[in-house]
């Protein structure tokens, strides 16, 4: 029985990679443990072993209340969490006490809207963005919310993110656009996959040519390691036959 839990999964504030360092490969190879909702490393004990799953990543009500009186002396802990969970009624509850918990983060930088973000709850990120959220937070990685939802093909909250001025080609620390992670992505959902590089390459002000740190352009990463290549042969023939002003 996997938990959620209310701490990322990686800290690499302590480490240091060359400037020539890919990003890409280590969600290659490691991606499973970059934090997007249901995965932890809790184990049973921690919350108590009583609670059934009717499937994987879905829990019972009861599960989640016994998660937010554990958390619920620690407000930051708490809306982080709640966040990633999608607990709506909770993260209204904390704001109108404490606004400010907009500005919190977990050790690696996520702030609750990074989490709402990579976890796919618009209308938790609609209330986070509406209190004051900064929607280019930046983790230690340099990770904005909108890197997190196109990493994890979350359309819906990535065009929220868009609406309320995400910067649209901001990089990483590994020189990583949104639009790198989203043509990178090969998770369970191809459609959300597509519909959000579709999202990205229609917008006006799309620098699709930027390079990682490893050189690499969106297009290329998509030719190398995505299902949705064809989508940016599209744009370019668009952009072919389009006369120069």
């Known amino acids: 029985m996997r938990r ?17 360092f890919n990003q890409l490969e280590l969600l290659n190879t490691h991606g499973h443990l970059i934090p997007h909702g249901a995965s932890s490393l809790w184990t049973e004990d921690e919350v108590g072993g009583d609670e059934v799953e009717e499937e994987e990543g879905e829990h019972t009500e009861e599960w989640y209340l016994q998660w937010e009186e554990k958390l619920k002396d620690s407000p930051e802990e708490l809306i982080l969490w709640a966040a990633e969970n999608n607990r709506l ?11 400010a918990l907009t500005r919190c983060c977990d050790e690696d930088g996520y702030t609750p809207l990074h989490r709402a973000a990579y976890s796919g709850h618009v209308g938790v990120a609609s209330a986070l963005l509406a209190a004051g959220s900064q929607v280019n937070a930046r983790t230690i990685d340099g990770w904005t919310p ?10 819906t909250v ?5 609406q309320h001025g995400a910067e649209l080609n901001a990089q990483t620390n590994g020189g990583l656009t949104p639009l790198h992670l989203a043509a990178s992505y090969t998770g369970p959902s191809p459609t959300d996959s597509a519909h959000t590089l579709e999202l990205l390459l229609s917008q006006r002000h799309l ?15 998509a030719r190398r390691s995505g299902p949705h290549y064809f989508l940016f042969e599209m744009v370019e023939d668009c952009g072919s036959v389009l006369p120069i002003s």
């Open 4 to 20: 959620e839990t209310s701490y990322t999964v990686i800290n690499r504030g302590s480490m240091e990679f060359p400037e020539d």
């Open 158 to 162: 990535a065009t929220l993110l868009l």
């Open 207 to 221: 620098k699709a040519g930027l390079r990682s740190s490893s050189g690499e352009t969106a297009t290329e990463v």
């Open 146 to 155: 909108l890197h997190s939802a196109c990493r994890w093909g979350r359309v």
């Open 89 to 99: 009624s909770t993260v209204h509850r904390l704001l109108a006490s404490d606004p």
